[in-house]
């Protein structure tokens, strides 16, 4: 399911042959995306970033997938936010330690999302690796 | 100089720069990150490729042709750059890594001058290189940091200085020209204040030496530090000036070869100044290249370069202030090239992505100045700093991408 919400995300960039419509795109996904209340934007959910911020919650659901809310104050990293949660959401966490991330690489947004720490994604994806593994944990103590 | 004659002779200068004469994301590049590293030009670059084509040895110890051939041009930039700041000696030009090496190296070399209850002094204003160090000196000495405060406007709180800094001040460091605002810091004052109070003066001169003349004897300092990749030089390397007595009194910082003078099984005697603080094989190659930067700025002229650098400031500063919901910080005439920004309800981050797209180069974010934002009630801000090769094209294509970028992002 996640490769399969990677290739539509792909598959949707690749309309946009100029620069300023995929970025239009992401903007207006960062306008879009509920995000989290300002009580919530607290240190406790922070990941990291050095220029924007981003904040990152999750919970175990009953049927054991994954529900991700998170939010960041820089509106481009929320739109690029909203995409990786869109990915990464209502999965189990078997599905999402599984998963091979690339799709961020195919839109030709971010060049290497390991090196991108300014904008906090690449501590966001490792910070849903981490919430994946004690969800995990969870389910098998369980 | 008239002004069409000053932009004539810096436009012919872009052409030494080849990093200039490429496209980025399409667009031709427009390269205003200039505070946090120039480009170099072709000589700086012919330098490096020489060294390692023809002088490669290590310096001061073979006995070859080599050796003492690449040891000459080493020690030539020494000398060039003693008579750059008008040192009195040219053994007091150290070698360090950077500005960033120098602040650490200081702040060690000083600890056994600094007692519990001292007071070791910087500014609100300055980049975290010459803050932390301190900060982290005063905790372990129990003395007191302290800092003068920064007036919105962006200038120093100097009255405050003169109230409050004394004769329990022991080290007092501040930046020459602030990286993140561009403020040109009344230092002679500030020093005048320190050495009354009886204080060790560090001054922090990377943001200052691209863009005019220095004379460490006038400015009364004791210490004087700077980055050569700020001045059109190769990076990881920094110089530091200091006074001969006191280099000469104060403890080595790194141990190991080229600073001894003889070591034994019973102890080990350390080597005169300058390679005192000179352990280890240094980045020779960045040294020599370095001379030919030192050249450059004295060829063109650093009041030239300020002159057009302040023209570029100036009608960009105009023509943002021509757009809706713009904050510019330290709008002030007495300033380098720097022009600090915020726009109303965006994000700095988001302009730098949008700016990068359409081949503008810019920094966003806090400058590695958080004390400073944190004044100014924000955390960050767009910073474009102009060099002596940008051109009033460049403002031009600059005010474009950005009016478009807000577009976009409102």
């Known amino acids: ?142 | 100089m008239d002004n069409v004659t000053l932009q004539h002779k810096m436009k012919e200068l872009r052409n030494q720069f080849p990093t200039l004469n490429q496209t980025v994301n399409g667009r031709p590049l427009v390269y205003l990150d200039n505070a946090a590293t120039t480009q170099k030009p072709q000589r700086v670059i012919d330098s490096i490729t020489e060294y390692y084509t023809k002088w490669n040895a290590n310096i001061h110890r073979g006995a070859h042709f080599l050796a003492n051939a690449s040891t000459e041009k080493f020690e030539s930039t020494r000398t060039a750059l003693a008579e750059m700041l008008h040192a009195n000696f040219r053994e007091e030009i150290i070698f360090t890594q950077g500005s960033t090496d120098s602040v650490n190296m200081l702040s060690t070399i000083l600890e056994n001058e600094v007692e519990e209850g001292d007071e070791i002094w910087v500014t609100e204003m300055e980049h975290h290189a010459n803050f932390v160090p301190w900060q982290v000196l005063a905790e372990k000495k129990k003395a007191v940091f302290r800092y003068i405060p920064m007036t919105p406007s962006g200038e120093w709180d100097i009255d405050y200085a003169k109230k409050e800094l004394g004769s329990k001040a022991k080290i007092v460091a501040f930046n020459y020209v602030s990286n993140a605002l561009g403020t040109i810091n009344p230092v002679e004052e500030l020093v005048a204040i320190a050495k009354n109070a009886g204080a060790y003066v560090v001054i922090d001169g990377a943001q200052a030496v691209a863009h005019f003349d220095i004379n460490v004897q006038a400015l009364n300092c004791d210490f004087f530090l700077f980055s050569a990749h700020k001045m059109y030089g190769p990076t990881g390397l920094g110089i530091l000036w200091g006074r001969k007595e006191l280099l000469e009194k104060l403890p080595p910082y790194r141990y190991g070869g080229e600073m001894i003078r003889k070591v034994s099984v019973r102890g080990t005697t350390f080597n005169d100044l300058p390679f005192k603080y000179e352990a280890g094989t240094p980045n020779i190659e960045a040294v020599i290249a370095f001379n030919e930067s030192i050249s450059f700025c004295k060829e063109v002229g650093r009041a030239d370069m300020h002159a057009h650098e302040y023209f570029l400031l100036k009608t960009a500063t105009e023509q943002l202030k021509a757009i809706d919901g713009m904050t510019i910080y330290a709008d002030l005439e007495n300033k380098v090239g720097v022009l600090s920004f915020n726009m109303e309800g965006i994000h700095s981050a988001d302009i730098g992505t949008l700016l990068d797209q359409q081949g503008i180069a810019v920094r966003t974010g806090h400058h590695c100045t958080q004390p400073l934002w944190e004044k100014l009630g924000t955390t960050g801000s767009v910073r474009a700093s102009f060099a002596c090769y940008n051109t009033p094209e460049d403002v031009e294509l600059f005010i474009e991408a950005l009016k478009k970028s807000v577009n976009m992002l409102r």
Not at chain 1, 11 to 19: C, D, I, L, T
Not at chain 1, 66 to 91: C, Y
Not at chain 1, 99 to 108: E, K, L, Y
Request: hydrophobic residues 40%; negative net charge; glycine residues 4%.
């Open chain 1, 1 to 142: 399911m996640i490769e399969q919400k990677q290739q539509e995300i792909i598959e949707e960039f690749a309309f946009f042959e100029e620069w300023m419509h995929k970025y239009e795109h992401i903007i207006e996904l960062g306008k879009e995306m509920k995000g989290l209340s300002d009580e919530e934007k607290k240190d406790d959910l922070l990941v990291a970033g050095c220029q924007s911020k981003v904040w990152l919650k999750a919970n175990l659901n009953e049927n054991g997938t994954v529900h991700f809310e998170a939010d960041s104050d820089a509106i481009i990293t929320r739109g690029l936010v909203a995409l990786v949660v869109s990915v990464f959401n209502h999965e189990t966490p078997q599905e999402i330690l599984n998963a091979n991330i690339h799709f961020m690489n195919d839109i030709g947004l971010v060049s290497n999302l390991s090196q991108t720490r300014s904008n906090g994604l690449a501590a966001m994806v490792k910070q849903i690796l981490l919430y994946a593994t004690v969800f995990q944990a969870q389910q098998k103590s369980n």
